[in-house]
């Protein structure tokens, strides 16, 4: 047992102490004599530490399958006027729509301030950009914006001539009732935010690369 | 225990003391703690365990977070996702995999270090076996690891050792037969038994921290045993933890740290085996089934006896012999530096060790050809078998009670004092 | 090195008698780029082993955890991502079903697209069965993992690859449908001699002997196996450098508090005993503990 440690000393070895006869403290307690050297020690040691932590944080980045993911292109000659067609994006839905004059002229109609939200979400603009129609595209024949309702997420349905939805010619998100127009932006409903449109650009008359 | 002397020196201090000592309990076990001042190389492995516990818990832990335990995914998972694609998967596995046998490696040191120094005997009798216990843990923690990549070796070294349940036959007609299945659940090694090895590996390392708490409790009772196997005698004998064996530990820590990253970086398939790099096909076996090295001993023992029934005794039985060696040394001096002649004998069992490990490595039917005769390995292996049961269960009690020792030193200070060092 | 030792003992065994036919021959050593701890991937070498592989080994071998994008990452065979998309344009594979939930075509085939960066190269044969069905039974590995998953490595690939034009010794039994090659298990090999003289062209003026066009497409599928080499390499060497440091630093400290001199400003005062204490590590005047 720990008791035995504390067995009395054995009287042969002298109780130490200093010049003046007084006892010497066991410890020593001021930080500033701590010496250099244990003080790089302590440093090197950290920094050791901090430079390991990084693999196991980085390793919960994406990994580089799904950032070889993270662009895609794809051929959109096929897509007829007033058509949308739907791709996949970094796991979400992506609208690709092919607008009529009507539904140009629709966006144009309205001016941003008029908006409920009057940013253009736009990821090849600023984030100041007003959402102009002008600045929701590159070409004005093609509105590309992701499918995710800004409210909580939900797909919104596109409205067509044969089967319209909403009342502004765009889509209609069906959970909460948030209603875009064709260019895209919230008019109606609880949605916060214009449809956001992804980083993208043409790569020939017909091909997009998105991402 | 000796008297607590940590003093909190703030009033949050002192609050937080009196409800929940734990700043307590790690300055009287880590800081102030009495260690006998004359430990050497071989007294860091404890604390290199206590890292290598914490690498693998770590690395394995975010390993899971990619790894797939299925039949069809598993071995993708980890060669193409973790391997290619996920960032620095590959150094993470590698540390994983090479860190279980530096780990098994350590323990070895750990082992044989308390075997030479009497460091299992009263009043160390508990401490040694909950050490024997956390082996065992090890080594069925290893087990399970090692079918999860789902590789040739994986899928077959899982299907010889299970199927060694199915000697249970012998004894009763069925039951083992029935305790394998159950153990697969399945009619052969397969996905069912992967996803439950992956559940039991990602459980027992838990298992052994809370065993190796237990193991820290049982030495800082009677204190640590030393090199000379005397007990202390008082302060004159110890120095505090820290920063004596902080910055000693430290130091032969980095240095095994070392050794071990340059397995990682440089060879970090030298431990491993090319066959596990295939992915398992229950068609096709192996033309060598080897289990990693740190089982190789144990798996030479079970090919060395012919009966498949004895054979998985004697395995069992040569891990269950570790638990009786603080009753089966009957010696009164702790430490070989003063057993001369069961220092020769510990070497030999070193040795025997290592002859068995490479027995095992070989193929069942190995021969050496001397000058044209043929000596089957087998026999080495029995011979090495014998050797390993002698030792505990005949050499150690005898020797205890016949040798002649050597002069003890009168206390830990006065050996340090002669040697002129400190 | 554990291999070396394996294979020594077994050279060891077989010395004393006549070479034994049901062994393999031990793989002929060679020296390879990315050998030792400063080894790296020939750029050249990958280069011409892809072209290799593309153009000889492919047609029976996958390479199922290669992706194109691969081609282009650092520490491989350094195309560019411009480059590695044109090599991904040429695959064709098996495409999505189209909007009608198509994938065959109205004459029964496969409806195909091109490659992009993120395919992984795709497997000559559609499953296990047609591989064997096209190999006389036999299936071909995929190459993903290959020199990993071989003891002797590059090696043993190399030797099987050039291996193939020692003669059987006599009284050797070539099995049906089987060449002979003394450095595979049986000495029976499914395969037939892969390699050529001038099989492929190199664009970089490499005369295309059997041993070069070998070793390149070993170093290639040494790469596709490891492709994270060169990166552990550089990163091991920086570990290393930083340990070694932190242990000269540890060390010194070990020895000052150790063995440090009286006037030296330090942690804890030496050690009872030894002559050059200032004060005693366990006062024993005191009630604490060590």
């Not at chain 1, 950009?129 to 590159?138: E, K, L, Q």
């Not at chain 2, 350590?106 to 040694?128: C, D, N, Q, T």
């Not at chain 3, 049986?186 to 492929?200: D, E």
């Given at each position: 047992?720990?008791?035995?440690?504390?067995?009395?000393?054995?009287?042969?070895?002298?109780?130490?102490?200093?010049?003046?006869?007084?006892?010497?403290?066991?410890?020593?307690?001021?930080?500033?004599?701590?010496?250099?050297?244990?003080?790089?020690?302590?440093?090197?040691?950290?920094?050791?530490?901090?430079?390991?932590?990084?693999?196991?944080?980085?390793?919960?980045?994406?990994?580089?399958?799904?950032?070889?993911?993270?662009?895609?292109?794809?051929?959109?000659?096929?897509?007829?006027?007033?058509?949308?067609?739907?791709?996949?994006?970094?796991?979400?839905?992506?609208?690709?729509?092919?607008?009529?004059?009507?539904?140009?002229?629709?966006?144009?109609?309205?001016?941003?301030?008029?908006?409920?939200?009057?940013?253009?979400?736009?990821?090849?603009?600023?984030?100041?950009?007003?959402?102009?129609?002008?600045?929701?595209?590159?070409?004005?024949?093609?509105?590309?914006?992701?499918?995710?309702?800004?409210?909580?997420?939900?797909?919104?349905?596109?409205?067509?001539?044969?089967?319209?939805?909403?009342?502004y010619g765009g889509w209609l998100c069906h959970c909460h009732g948030s209603e875009y127009d064709t260019a895209g932006r919230i008019r109606k409903g609880p949605a916060p935010q214009n449809l956001a449109v992804p980083p993208y650009a043409f790569t020939g008359p017909t091909k997009l690369k998105i991402g | 225990m000796a008297h607590s002397s940590y003093v909190p020196k703030t009033k949050l201090g002192r609050w937080f003391d009196q409800r929940l000592p734990i700043v307590r309990l790690v300055s009287d076990s880590f800081v102030t703690y009495p260690t006998p001042r004359n430990l050497n190389f071989w007294y860091v492995f404890g604390a290199i365990l206590t890292l290598m516990l914490v690498v693998q818990i770590v690395t394995g832990i975010v390993l899971a977070m990619h790894y797939v335990p299925s039949a069809d995914a598993a071995f993708g998972s980890v060669e193409q996702?973790?391997?290619?694609?996920?960032?620095?998967?590959?150094?993470?596995?590698?540390?994983?995999?090479?860190?279980?046998?530096?780990?098994?490696?350590?323990?070895?040191?750990?082992?044989?270090?308390?075997?030479?120094?009497?460091?299992?005997?009263?009043?160390?009798?508990?401490?040694?076996?909950?050490?024997?216990?956390?082996?065992?843990?090890?080594?069925?923690?290893?087990?399970?690891?090692?079918?999860?990549?789902?590789?040739?070796?994986?899928?077959?070294?899982?299907?010889?050792?299970?199927?060694?349940?199915?000697?249970?036959?012998?004894?009763?007609?069925?039951?083992?037969?029935?305790?394998?299945?159950?153990?697969?659940?399945?009619?052969a090694v397969g996905d069912a038994t992967l996803n439950r090895f992956f559940s039991l590996h990602y459980l027992l390392p838990f298992v052994i921290a809370g065993v190796v708490g237990l193991h820290i409790w049982a030495l800082h009772v009677p204190g640590n045993n030393n090199p000379l196997g005397i007990d202390v005698k008082g302060p004159q004998d110890t120095v505090p933890f820290y920063p004596f064996y902080t910055v000693k530990d430290g130091f032969f820590m980095v240095l095994f740290v070392i050794f071990y990253l340059a397995f990682v970086f440089y060879a970090p398939n030298f431990f491993g085996n090319p066959d596990n790099y295939i992915q398992a096909n229950p068609l096709v076996t192996p033309t060598d089934i080897v289990p990693e090295w740190y089982l190789l001993p144990f798996y030479a023992m079970l090919r060395a006896i012919p009966s498949k029934l004895i054979g998985v005794l004697v395995l069992v039985g040569a891990l269950l012999t570790l638990l009786f060696v603080p009753w089966l040394d009957t010696s009164k001096v702790r430490s070989c530096r003063f057993r001369p002649l069961m220092k020769q004998l510990f070497w030999l069992f070193a040795a025997d060790c290592i002859l068995l490990g490479y027995v095992g490595s070989q193929t069942a039917d190995a021969a050496w050809h001397l000058g044209g005769i043929d000596f089957p390995l087998v026999w080495l292996a029995r011979f090495g078998t014998l050797y390993y049961f002698g030792f505990f269960w005949v050499l150690m009690p005898w020797i205890g009670k016949r040798e002649v020792t050597r002069p003890l030193p009168e206390s830990i200070a006065q050996a340090v004092l002669a040697k002129g060092k400190h | 090195m554990k291999p070396a030792l394996v294979l020594a003992l077994a050279a060891m065994s077989v010395a004393a008698s006549a070479e034994d036919l049901t062994q393999p021959q031990a793989p002929q050593v060679q020296s390879w780029s990315f050998d030792g701890p400063l080894g790296h991937y020939d750029r050249g070498a990958l280069q011409r082993g892809f072209q290799v592989y593309k153009e000889v080994c492919s047609a029976c071998h996958s390479l199922n955890m290669v992706a194109y994008h691969d081609l282009a990452a650092p520490g491989g065979p350094g195309f560019s991502e411009a480059q590695a998309k044109v090599l991904a344009a040429e695959a064709h594979i098996?495409?999505?079903?189209?909007?009608?939930?198509?994938?065959?075509?109205?004459?029964?085939?496969?409806?195909?697209?091109?490659?992009?960066?993120?395919?992984?190269?795709?497997?000559?044969?559609?499953?296990?069965?047609?591989?064997?069905?096209?190999?006389?039974?036999?299936?071909?590995?995929?190459?993903?993992?290959?020199?990993?998953?071989?003891?002797?490595?590059?090696?043993?690939?190399?030797?099987?690859?050039?291996?193939?034009?020692?003669?059987?010794?006599?009284?050797?039994?070539?099995?049906?449908?089987?060449?002979?090659?003394?450095?595979?298990?049986?000495?029976?090999?499914?395969?037939?001699?892969?390699?050529?003289?001038?099989?492929?062209?190199?664009?970089?003026?490499?005369?295309?002997?059997?041993?070069?066009?070998?070793?390149?497409?070993?170093?290639?599928?040494?790469?596709?196996?490891?492709?994270?080499?060169?990166?552990?390499h550089r990163i091991g060497m920086q570990v290393l450098s930083f340990l070694v440091l932190l242990a000269g630093l540890l060390f010194l400290s070990y020895r000052k508090i150790w063995h440090g001199k009286p006037e030296d400003p330090g942690l804890v005062h030496d050690l009872p005993g030894t002559g050059t204490e200032k004060a005693p590590v366990g006062d024993p005047d005191s009630l604490s503990g060590g």
């Open positions: 047992m720990g008791r035995a440690i504390l067995s009395r000393v054995p009287a042969d070895i002298p109780c130490p102490r200093h010049e003046d006869n007084t006892l010497a403290n066991a410890t020593e307690t001021e930080p500033t004599r701590r010496d250099f050297l244990y003080i790089a020690t302590g440093a090197a040691a950290a920094m050791g530490a901090g430079l390991a932590a990084w693999p196991f944080l980085d390793q919960m980045n994406p990994s580089s399958a799904v950032l070889a993911m993270a662009s895609i292109e794809v051929d959109i000659a096929a897509i007829q006027p007033g058509q949308q067609v739907v791709f996949k994006w970094r796991g979400h839905p992506l609208f690709v729509r092919r607008r009529t004059p009507k539904e140009i002229a629709a966006a144009r109609a309205v001016a941003p301030s008029d908006l409920p939200d009057g940013l253009a979400r736009n990821a090849n603009l600023t984030d100041s950009a007003p959402a102009s129609d002008a600045n929701r595209v590159i070409k004005p024949e093609w509105l590309v914006v992701v499918g995710v309702c800004t409210h909580l997420g939900c797909t919104p349905t596109v409205s067509t001539p044969q089967s319209p939805q909403g009342s | 996702r973790i391997m290619r694609e996920v960032n620095y998967g590959w150094l993470i596995r590698y540390i994983h995999a090479n860190g279980a046998s530096m780990f098994f490696l350590a323990v070895y040191v750990h082992m044989f270090r308390g075997l030479y120094y009497g460091s299992y005997k009263a009043p160390r009798e508990i401490l040694w076996i909950l050490g024997v216990f956390i082996y065992l843990l090890m080594t069925a923690t290893a087990f399970f690891g090692y079918v999860l990549p789902w590789g040739q070796m994986s899928f077959w070294g899982a299907t010889v050792i299970t199927s060694l349940f199915s000697a249970i036959d012998q004894i009763i007609p069925n039951l083992g037969t029935a305790i394998t299945h159950w153990l697969w659940g399945d009619f | 098996p495409a999505e079903p189209n909007d009608k939930g198509d994938v065959f075509d109205e004459r029964g085939n496969r409806i195909m697209r091109s490659g992009i960066l993120a395919d992984h190269f795709p497997p000559p044969f559609v499953n296990e069965q047609a591989a064997r069905a096209a190999n006389g039974g036999a299936l071909p590995p995929d190459l993903s993992l290959i020199i990993k998953a071989r003891q002797g490595g590059p090696d043993y690939v190399y030797s099987i690859l050039t291996g193939f034009n020692q003669h059987p010794p006599h009284g050797f039994a070539v099995q049906e449908g089987k060449y002979y090659n003394p450095f595979f298990p049986g000495r029976n090999i499914s395969m037939p001699p892969p390699l050529k003289p001038n099989l492929v062209s190199f664009s970089d003026g490499t005369p295309a002997t059997v041993s070069n066009e070998a070793k390149a497409v070993v170093t290639f599928l040494a790469w596709a196996s490891e492709p994270q080499l060169e990166a552990r």
